[in-house]
């Protein structure tokens, strides 16, 4: 997947998943979002108890001050967070995904502000504080290095810029976090094979349940973002089944 893209904000060389992240549950988390191509938004919103949308929109919000600044959507897959970001009068936002095949979809669909870069979020091919916000939905999870990744975002974030990571969570409380860990892992793909009706091989909404396993508890992600960036906050939606965790530097004043 090595490759040039010209995005209009730099033309850079990506290196694709480096050897670190070949393993092939991460090809295969990849993998599963292209195959969910037709109905990954559609089936996201079911099976997040129709949170998702919401809870874009809400981490968006918190960006707002900065409509005609570079925004980073990592992982920004088929570009849902980044036609919410056009649509909501965000001028120029750069899509960064390992899946040229998402990439392309995105680019097509999406309105000329949106500029696609081929790459991880452990390794970001940006200049440091060459962004004012950096929005992450429903893909850190898949970030095989998340402390990489979360240096990574606070190094491209400018000191006026937050970050705001929207994702499935892991609740601290052993309870709630074992009723996250059956719906994720067992009802959701379920739920999910029943939508989808054949219109798919296979079930590739069953690849979120390893990357759920791996996932660190919302107390340690909030920590992780804290260390980087100085402040962080972590917002819990349906018991911590899914969070929004939102970073900036210390020494921006509160709201
Ligand atoms: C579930 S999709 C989320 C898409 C979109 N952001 C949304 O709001 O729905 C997760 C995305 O993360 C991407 N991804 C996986 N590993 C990544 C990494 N190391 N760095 C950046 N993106 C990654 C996947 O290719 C996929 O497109």
Redesign the pocket.
Same mark, same amino acid.
């Given at each position: 997947m090595t490759g040039y893209l010209r995005t209009g904000f730099l033309t850079i060389q990506s290196e694709g998943p480096s050897s670190t992240?070949a393993t092939d549950e991460?090809n295969s988390? +990849?993998r599963a979002?292209e195959h969910a191509l037709p109905f990954y938004e559609s089936i996201?919103e079911i099976i997040s108890i129709g949170l998702a949308g919401p809870l874009?929109r809400r981490a968006i919000r918190q960006l707002e001050g900065h409509r005609s600044d570079w925004i980073l959507?990592?992982?920004?897959?088929?570009g849902?967070?980044s036609r919410m970001l056009l649509g909501d009068g965000f001028e120029k936002i750069v899509g960064?995904?390992?899946?040229s095949i998402?990439l392309r979809y995105a680019k097509t669909v999406l309105s000329p502000g949106f500029h696609p870069v081929l790459g +991880?979020?452990?390794s970001l091919p940006f200049r440091s504080s060459a962004f004012s916000g950096v929005l992450a939905?429903?893909?850190f999870r898949?970030?095989?290095d998340k402390a990489l990744s979360m240096e990574e975002f606070a190094r491209v974030a400018s000191r006026e810029a937050r970050l705001e990571i929207v994702d499935i969570g892991k609740p601290d409380g052993t309870i709630r976090r074992k009723l996250i860990e059956i719906y994720v892992t067992s009802l959701m793909p379920i739920i999910a094979r029943f939508f989808i009706r054949g219109r798919a091989v296979g079930n590739p909404f069953r690849m979120i349940a390893p990357t759920f396993r791996r996932l660190a508890k919302n107390r340690d992600i909030a920590k992780l973002a804290q260390r980087e960036f100085g402040f962080a906050n972590l917002c819990e939606f349906g018991l911590g089944g899914l969070v929004i965790v939102e970073a900036r530097r210390a020494s921006q004043t509160r709201e």
């Open positions: 992240h991460w988390v +990849v979002i996201s874009r959507d990592s992982g920004t897959g088929p849902t967070s960064v995904d390992p899946s998402l +991880v979020a452990e939905c429903f893909s898949d970030v095989r």
